[in-house]
């Protein structure tokens, strides 16, 4: 593998408690090239968390702290604001889960992805960034971005939010995309559209991706690389054909715990919490 | 007898109508999902059943006996139903013995106290649940709680709208147990909505796929388990939810 994309080491994060700092992320390490990593867990886990912290978002009182943590040689944790600013968006960027909420609802679709555009490539003409828009509206497979472009988000449906948000997202032509939960708020037939169009856009830009999820399978489906995460720490990192091989009693509880389509066992394995938490 | 009797049922919101025309019979101690996508109307037939969708015309009946639009302490004690969201259905400044109780006090039931404990009990909570709040509770454990409101009366028709799609797989996985064993422990008939295959191949015996306000096809958890589907667009929604099952799945056999 040439060097790796993202390198994180020791990543800890710590929220106040009433009984001093709860570490919510308790020391996370991974690194990353131009491939599909897929991180799964449960809710508190710490899987948005880590996605977050990669881009710096935790505002306080959340507190992150690491070991390492490099970005295509340069060194995320020192880098001055307005320097991580110009990063983000442009060489990182982040989709999140409900489009419903991540995108302005006051400012129309085609302005907001233009909008991208204008912070990261102040050469281009107005007409320029116009065109591009509805080019990249057709490539995240928008029929009739000319009038797409001139909706605002209440107007479009939830699937077609998700693909703005993407379009938006890749539009700066970015090094990696994390997608936390990019699926979740859509209905079952539109997750399959919305992660094919990912997968294909990831592959045509020879772009890295983490993706953030707590569905085992749409991970194993779409991941080179799994990593598994649980009470803050990653118990488990696996290829994602590999998953059957899983040995964390963690990862087979929670395999085991999704129903199948062809379900014949009377009653689902529940985890034993008690087994590997120390609570 | 059926549980659950629908003939020509048209619901709407004062608007133009979301469900139209649906005709549906659910045997007594049947398990009958209603599966589809978000404005398939599915959903609208819980709350027309329960009453909260008063602008109806069609036949609705429970249990043999017909329902009118008007809130009926009667019905209720016979068809009660669980919410999605376990964060938002129970109220925040009750706490759970209070909740519990509140459907015994309305029906002017005695021995509250001693059915609340057997309750708490029965959904595997516990019984030092009782005096707390819902904020001091984990999301399957609310749920629990919602599940244990809905069965205070003992009714023999639970309809369930998505209980288990805010939880987490794990969590899903006990409360789906628990849905289970109830059914068969006191002979229960649910109408469960919901968008996911799995769970319906878990606990349901039939299933109707629902699309724009019709029922497009009814098929037999038979049908669901071999994808044997003859209108597309149930193939369509077998074949997005990952098929016979997923990788991650079928890695474990």
Known sequence: ?279 | MSAIALVNLTIGYGGDPVVHDLTLDVAGGESFALVGESGSGKSTVLKAIAGLAPDWHGTIEVLGTARGRRPDRAFAQHCQMVFQDPYGSLHPRKTIDDTLSEPLAIHGLSNRAERVVDMLRAVGLDQRFRFRFPHQLSGGQRQRVAIARALMLEPRVLLLDEPTSALDVSVQAEILNLLKRLRTEQKLTYLLVTHNLHVVAFLCDRLAVMRHGRMVELASVETLKSGQFQHPYARELYAASGGPSTEAASALR
């Open chain 1, 1 to 279: 593998m040439s060097m790796p994309l993202l390198e994180v080491e020791d990543l800890r994060v710590a929220f106040p408690g009433r009984d001093g700092p709860v570490e919510v992320v308790r020391g996370a390490s991974f690194s990353l090239g131009r491939e599909r990593l897929g991180i799964v867990g449960e809710s508190g886990s710490g899987k948005s968390l880590t996605g977050r912290s990669i881009l710096r978002l935790l505002r306080p009182p959340g507190k992150v702290s690491v070991g390492r943590m490099q970005f295509d040689g340069q060194d995320l944790t020192t880098l001055s604001e307005r320097r991580m600013r110009a990063l983000r968006g442009a060489r990182i960027s982040m989709v999140m889960q409900d489009p419903k909420f991540s995108l302005n609802p006051v400012m129309t679709v085609g302005d907001q992805i233009a909008e991208a555009l204008t912070l990261h490539d102040r050469g281009s003409t107005r007409r320029q960034r116009r065109q591009h828009v509805i080019e990249m509206l057709d490539k995240v497979r928008i029929n009739d971005p000319d009038r797409v472009a001139a909706l605002y988000p209440h107007e479009v449906s939830g699937g077609m939010g998700q693909r703005v948000m993407i379009a938006m997202m890749l539009i700066p032509e970015p090094d990696l995309l994390i997608a936390d939960e990019p699926t979740s708020a859509l209905d079952v037939s539109v997750q399959a559209s919305v992660m094919d169009l990912i997968d294909t856009l990831i592959r045509e830009n020879g772009m890295g991706l983490i993706l953030i999820s707590h569905d085992l399978g749409l991970v194993s489906r779409y991941c080179d690389r799994i990593l598994v995460m649980n009470a803050g720490k990653v118990v488990e990192e696996c290829a994602a054909g590999a998953l059957d091989q899983a040995v964390h009693p963690y990862t087979r509880g929670l395999l085991a715990a999704v129903p199948q389509m062809n379900e014949t066992r009377p009653f689902l394995p529940v985890l034993d919490r008690t087994a590997w938490e120390g609570t």
